[in-house]
Nanobody, 125 residues
Framework: QVQLVESGGGLVQAGGSLRLSCAAS????????MGWFRRAPGKDREFVAV????????YYADSVKGRFTISRDNAQNTGYLQMDSLKPEDTAVYYC??????????????????WGQGTQVTVSS
């Protein structure tokens, strides 16, 4: 079992930055890939970014590429999503997810068993 807790969300003006954290309990955090997803009001959950279990490989949605950076610190059981140059369309609830069965860059949310409760990010224009 892995429990995930996101933090770092908030209200920011367009062009600003936020850093989301995903704190994991349990010793299996380093065993699996970690993904960030988001759900905007009235929209389906969408993939944002993923990092493999080693932290060496990452992949981003086109909508955030060049603005967001995913990283992880396995020694601290924590993942991060640095969000720069934020836009109003980035407004959403952001979720981190992991699964110890996943080693690589998994984009589908259906493949992740463990999810955090989400943190709200609101970008004003």
């Amino acid at each position: 079992q892995v429990q995930l807790v996101e933090s770092g969300g908030g209200l920011v003006q367009a062009g600003g930055s936020l850093r989301l954290s995903c704190a994991a309990s349990g010793r299996t955090f380093s065993s699996g890939s970690m993904g960030w997803f988001r759900r905007a009001p009235g929209k389906d959950r969408e993939f944002v970014a993923v990092i493999d279990r080693t932290g060496r490989s990452t992949y981003y949605a086109d909508s955030v590429k060049g603005r967001f950076t995913i990283s992880r610190d396995n020694a601290q059981n924590t993942g991060y999503l640095q969000m720069d140059s934020l836009k109003p369309e980035d407004t959403a609830v952001y979720y981190c997810a992991t699964d110890q069965r996943l080693y690589g860059l998994e984009l589908s949310p259906d493949e992740y068993d463990y999810w955090g409760q989400g943190t709200q990010v609101t970008v004003s224009s």
